[in-house]
């Protein structure tokens, strides 16, 4: 039977060391960390991710700017936003929640923000930081999956690491971190000849696909950590991961619970993230 890993618990631990570290730098410096969030539309889903966001800025000490543009915004109108904030002083980190409305582009908003204040870290010049390994952002939600291993207790050197889905914003820079951690990595994904016979090998298993149920007990090594980022809302409303969980915990050594284990970590990441890009402008001077 697996130990649970408690994402909410080691979330809001995290959350308490950055709003430490914040209360002490805005003692020493008089600077506070800003987080620009800006919504574009009335998606109700992400109103909510966005409301969390701003909740979390302020639990640990943050400014958190929200900015909430109408769906008819035009490409001039939130590239000229964005040069704004870029521009200012006083903002470390620029979010824009995605997906976007029709007609505006995203990956030209994702170009636009400049890298320091990349706090999604999506821009690929941070991209490339990760594949170097020496970037002051980190990938909000592979590097929440990190920290739940590390919780643990589990090396990732040497370790067989499989990972489901390639995606640019989980699945590949997850794959870089772990082998960052000298992990022995493989990626899979949807073309994957034989999905089973790759996650049977795996001693840390991490799964973002966006299928529920996908990896089933028989598909796990016994002992395996197995970290389930997946979020799939059934036709009953309720969450479940990518991981099905009853099989897959008689046979797992760990394993994450969705809700309350990766989701949770991606919050307190991009809080970890705003608090780096302040440290680091304020190094170079440049915070107000
Ligand atoms: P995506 O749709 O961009 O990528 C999915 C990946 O899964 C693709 O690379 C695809 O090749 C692979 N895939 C699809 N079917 C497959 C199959 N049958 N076998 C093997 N691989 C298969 O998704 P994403 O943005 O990477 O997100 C993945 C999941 O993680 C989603 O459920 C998403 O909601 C969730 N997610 C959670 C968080 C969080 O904070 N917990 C953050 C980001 C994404």
């Known amino acids: 039977m ?12 995290i959350r308490q060391n950055i709003k430490e570290e914040t209360a002490q730098l805005i003692a020493s410096t008089g600077y506070t960390p800003a987080l620009a969030v800006i919504l574009v539309g009335d998606d109700p889903a992400s109103a909510v991710y966005v409301r969390n966001k701003q909740r979390a800025c302020e639990e640990v000490g943050f ?124 990626v899979c994904h949807s073309k994957t000849a034989d999905l089973a016979e790759v996650t049977r090998r795996a001693d840390i298993l991490v799964a973002a696909v966006g299928r529920a149920g996908l990896i089933t007990g028989d598909m796990i090594k016994p002992g395996a950590v197995v970290i389930d980022v997946g979020i799939n809302r059934g036709a009953d409303g309720k969450l479940t991961g990518d991981v099905d969980f009853a099989s897959a915990k008689e046979v797992a050594g760990y394993i994450t619970p969705v809700p309350g284990g990766v989701g949770p970590m991606t919050i307190a990441m991009l809080m970890q993230n705003t608090l780096r890009a302040a440290q680091a402008r304020m190094a170079e001077g440049k915070g107000e």
């Not at 697996?2 to 631990?13: E, L, P, R, S, V």
């Not at 941070?126 to 090396?155: F, K, Q, W, Y």
Request: proline residues 6%; contains cysteine; aromatic residues 2%.
């Open 2 to 13: 697996a130990t649970i890993i408690d994402g909410k618990a080691i979330a809001a631990q």
């Open 63 to 186: 400014r958190a700017l929200e900015y909430r543009l109408p769906a008819a915004t035009t490409q001039q109108e939130l590239d000229a936003l964005i040069d704004t904030l870029n521009a200012d002083g006083a903002v470390d980190g620029i979010l824009v929640q995605l997906p976007l409305p029709r007609g505006l582009d995203e990956q030209r908003v994702l170009l636009r923000i400049s890298p320091e204040k990349d706090v999604d870290c999506f821009h690929p010049y941070n991209v490339g930081r990760v594949m170097c390994g020496d970037g002051v952002l980190a990938p909000c939600t592979p590097m929440g999956v990190m920290e739940l291993i590390h919780s643990t207790g589990v090396s990732v050197s040497g370790k067989e690491c499989v990972v489901v889905g390639r995606s640019n914003i989980v699945g590949k820079p997850q794959s870089m971190l772990l082998l960052r951690e000298n992990g022995t990595v493989t």
